[in-house]
T-cell receptor, first 114, second 113 residues
């Protein structure tokens, strides 16, 4: 069965510092991987996806993610964190059974302090 | 020009009642979904429709019944509400079931008292 894991419940970083939010996946075949962000009382907003090709994927709001097949990871990164980046981040993998559903990790709360 | 819109935003009701949540998308997508987010923020798929045809029913109690009158709408009706149904319900849509992302509505917070 496919799954993703986000090993950290919370990540704390100072404004201006680089941030990393970790995600590992378990799939059969080639993964379609996604990152979403959820602000309080809002829906999930799509940040970026990996389908194939370059291992470094660039997305919205200056975020990027690095796909690493040997480590089965897809970590979200940003070179310089902003206080406004504070939110709940979800990693997800597309179900390979052609249902279209996304299987989400448990979420990581990012706290950026001024 | 909201892409995926859900109504109502908040729903407070008593146990045993029946309620509906409506969802509409104006993105021209052919696939729509319902997800449930529990109090620990965990997201779980409930249902999915592709071109009005049910393709996912993820071991959800029979009290939950989705209805898709057309591919732009996916409503969720819940009978005999229970305390454990309290959660945030998200509607989403995508074009196809391959590599296109899901677009989410802002959620409906259901509180059962």
């Amino acid at each position: 069965a496919q799954s993703v894991a986000q090993p950290e419940d919370q990540v704390n970083v100072a404004e201006g510092n680089p941030l990393t939010v970790k995600c590992t996946y378990s799939v059969s075949g080639n993964p379609y991987l996604f990152w979403y962000v959820q602000y309080p009382n809002r829906g999930l907003q799509f940040l970026l996806k990996y389908i194939t090709g370059d291992n470094l994927v660039k997305g919205s709001y200056g975020f990027e993610a690095e796909f690493n097949k040997s480590q089965t990871s897809f970590h979200l990164k940003k070179p310089s964190a902003l206080v406004s980046d504070s939110a709940l981040y979800f990693c997800a993998v597309r179900d390979s059974g052609n249902t279209g559903k996304l299987i989400f990790g448990q979420g990581t709360t990012l706290q950026v302090k001024p | 020009d909201t892409a995926v819109s859900q109504t109502p935003k908040y729903l407070v009701t008593q146990m045993g009642n029946d309620k509906s949540i409506k969802c509409e998308q104006n993105l021209g997508h052919d696939t729509m979904y319902w997800y449930k987010q529990d109090s620990k923020k965990f997201l779980k798929i409930m249902f999915s429709y592709n071109n009005k045809e049910l393709i996912i029913n993820e071991t959800v109690p029979n009290r939950f019944s989705p209805k898709s009158p057309d591919k732009a709408h996916l409503n969720l009706h819940i009978n005999s509400l229970e305390l454990g149904d309290s959660a945030v319900y998200f509607c989403a849509s995508s074009q196809g079931r391959g590599n296109s992302p899901l677009h989410f509505g802002n959620g409906t917070r259901l509180t059962v008292t």
